[in-house]
């Protein structure tokens, strides 16, 4: 009686073995990338609701001090998701040989999440230095979890590492691209309410109805570039497209960035450049970008796109957007005619 009774016991306590180990082994499969880098499956817990991403510190002035054998050792982290050398296969994130300078998407035997192919860019310095410093706020709704590097330095360190990762490794910044770095970063954390002091004080009556089309009036706040940009010098107007730089490249086939590649916008429809994933509210303008529409989005693009995630604050002298605009008119193969 006394085996009976220890044998009935002995099949209890397996059984109950065996159904804890299921559950584990089931949330291994379907559940357990979540702490990893690429997660698949259901979170544990509801995510905590996304702060407002901090500014980012730009590195592209460390880079080329940044101590590529200390990046290497940062790298250690990754390396659970990811791997370097050329050839090696994908792991739960991809293969990161050819990243830097290489499109967001940049493996093709990788299946990326809708965040990563959404994203429609270029892997500048600066888009991988955003991106590693705070995933989710680069590129929100991404599977992948792993939190950001905090330290300006490290990341520096880890993206020289990257650099030499490729066939071709690009070219460090420039002193003129590591300037539009920093006044970018500048821009991005000066405070919303500094970006359009004069939003406040618009009466109730210039509120836009909704579905409504952008406004056709002369920017609130500030004089109306347009009846300058014929006598405007286009030279002084490339000194003020240097801080667009950061997020932004002119030149006729350049890359995306940040922000599209902004040759031939001068005439050219809202959402120009067919392979870059505007947001919605430059989606849903669906006007044409004449010497008005652009005078009145670069005096305030918060205002004149509600919603738009461009930080750009804006650039408040006359002058100085009739400058950029004169110059911006040249950067395509057939430039609009000058204002009357």
């Known amino acids: 009686m006394s085996l009976e009774a220890n044998k009935i016991a002995a099949a209890i306590l397996v059984g109950g073995m065996l159904t804890l180990s299921s559950g584990l082994i089931a949330n291994m499969i379907y559940g357990g990338h979540e702490g990893a880098e690429h997660g698949g499956g259901e979170a544990a817990a509801p ?18 001090s940044a101590d590529v054998a200390a990046g290497e050792k940062v790298a250690v982290k990754c390396a659970a998701c990811h791997t370097f050398n050329k050839g090696e296969a994908n792991k739960v994130g991809p293969n990161l040989y050819g990243v830097v300078g290489g499109p967001t998407a940049h493996k093709e035997d990788f299946n990326y999440d809708d965040a990563i192919k959404n994203l429609k860019t270029t892997w500048t310095y600066e888009n991988i230095n955003h991106f590693i410093a705070n995933p989710k706020g680069f590129a929100p709704g991404t599977k992948m979890t792993f939190p950001g590097l905090p330290k300006a330095q490290d990341r520096a360190d880890v993206i020289a590492f990257l650099r030499t990762k490729s066939d071709n490794p690009v070219p460090l910044p420039t002193p003129d691209e590591i300037k539009a770095a920093e006044d970018a970063a500048k821009q991005a954390a000066a405070p919303a309410e500094e970006a359009a002091p004069a939003a406040a004080a618009q009466p109730e009556a210039a509120a836009q109805p909704e579905g409504a089309a952008a406004p056709a009036a002369a920017p609130a706040g500030g004089e109306d570039a347009v009846k300058l940009i014929a006598a405007a010098d286009p030279a002084a107007g490339a000194k003020v497209a240097a801080k667009c730089k950061a997020c932004h490249d002119f030149t006729k086939g350049g890359p995306n960035k940040v922000g599209p590649n902004l040759w031939g916008v001068v005439g050219g429809p809202s959402a120009h450049k067919e392979d870059f994933n505007y947001d919605d509210a430059i989606k849903n303008l669906k006007i044409t970008w004449d010497f008005a529409h652009l005078d009145q989005f670069i005096t305030n693009p918060k205002k004149f796109a509600p919603g738009t995630k461009m930080s750009f604050p804006g650039i408040a002298k006359a002058q100085d957007r009739a ?18």
């Open 47 to 64: 995510a905590a609701p996304a702060a407002k991403p901090a500014p980012v510190e730009p590195i592209s002035g460390l880079l080329a």
């Open 323 to 340: 400058s950029l605009l004169r110059w911006l008119r040249d950067q395509s193969d057939s430039p609009v005619p000058l204002p009357q």
